[in-house]
């Protein structure tokens, strides 16, 4: 079974209350922690990996990125583990060189966020956007659409993102990435969409179980697995600065 495949197989057939974790490593590094430690996949987090290379969210060259998710996928393909790759709205690459560039990295999925300067894109727009991802892709590939409804302001968060959300499965989106979307409203969009529905897990809540317990598909992390680490290097080097450590 190919990677794409393998990453599409992993998403489905689960039982309740068992959604895929997808530990999102940001360096070859990570990847290898991660993989040794038994993940099945991995999902590179755009937030990490702009960390790890001095750059603020979203602020990333293309190059970079794209640089980046290659050498996690080649830290990890010896072992046969897909990648799927955070890769914001797309930095503005056509769907045809989008695609292209993400199977020259490894990279079998992708997230691909519906906000722009801070504000929701028009639905429509975006739908059609993924639809000419999904066909430049091809059917392998898992394509997630992240709906940005519950960072935006909006007046009804749920029903927004119900829109959205069936739009973009209309459209050929495999997954749907509510980000910040809580607990009670995941329920929601999951037994409603027909498909994966991806909860984010970060500190302070909502945690894994509480998110296994909404019907999410799948759980991932952003960039807090990355700020994780670099937390502990910042105290690593406190400690190393007052001759505490070694």
């Known amino acids: 079974m190919d990677a794409a495949k393998r990453l599409r197989a992993l998403h489905h057939g689960r039982a309740p209350g068992d959604p895929l974790v997808l530990p999102g490593p940001w360096d070859a590094a990570s990847a290898r922690a991660f993989?040794?430690?038994?993940?099945?996949?991995?999902?590179?987090?755009?937030?990490?990996?702009?960390?790890?290379?001095?750059?603020?969210?979203?602020?990333?060259?293309?190059?970079?990125?794209?640089?980046?998710?290659?050498?996690?996928?080649?830290?990890?393909?010896?072992?046969?583990?897909?990648?799927?790759?955070?890769?914001?709205?797309?930095?503005?690459?056509?769907?045809?060189?989008?695609?292209?560039?993400?199977?020259?990295?490894g990279a079998v999925g992708c997230n691909l966020e519906d906000s722009s300067g801070g504000h929701l894109v028009d639905a429509e727009a975006q739908a059609d956007f993924?639809?000419?991802?999904?066909?430049?892709?091809?059917?392998?590939?898992?394509?997630?659409?992240?709906?940005?409804?519950?960072?935006?302001?909006?007046?009804?968060?749920?029903?927004?993102?119900?829109?959205?959300?069936?739009?973009?499965?209309a459209a050929g989106a495999d997954g749907v990435y509510p980000i910040g979307a809580p607990p009670a409203d995941l329920a929601v969009l999951a037994r409603e969409l027909g498909v994966p529905v991806n909860g984010l897990a970060r500190a302070g809540g909502p945690g894994l179980a509480e998110l296994a317990g909404a019907g999410v598909g799948r759980v991932t992390f952003g960039g807090g697995l990355a700020a994780r680490a670099a937390e502990g290097v910042r105290t690593m080097a406190a400690e190393l600065r007052a001759g505490r450590l070694l």
């Not at 992240?146 to 009804?156: E, I, K, S, T, Y």
């Open 35 to 105: 993989t040794d430690a038994g993940f099945p996949a991995l999902a590179t987090p755009s937030a990490g990996v702009s960390a790890s290379l001095g750059y603020a969210d979203g602020q990333c060259p293309a190059d970079e990125m794209f640089a980046a998710i290659a050498r996690v996928t080649r830290a990890v393909s010896a072992d046969d583990v897909p990648v799927t790759a955070d890769v914001e709205r797309g930095y503005g690459l056509a769907p045809a060189e989008l695609a292209e560039r993400l199977h020259a990295a």
């Open 130 to 169: 993924l639809a000419a991802v999904r066909e430049a892709l091809g059917p392998g590939p898992f394509l997630n659409a992240r709906v940005d409804a519950h960072l935006r302001g909006v007046a009804d968060p749920l029903a927004e993102a119900l829109r959205r959300g069936r739009a973009y499965v």
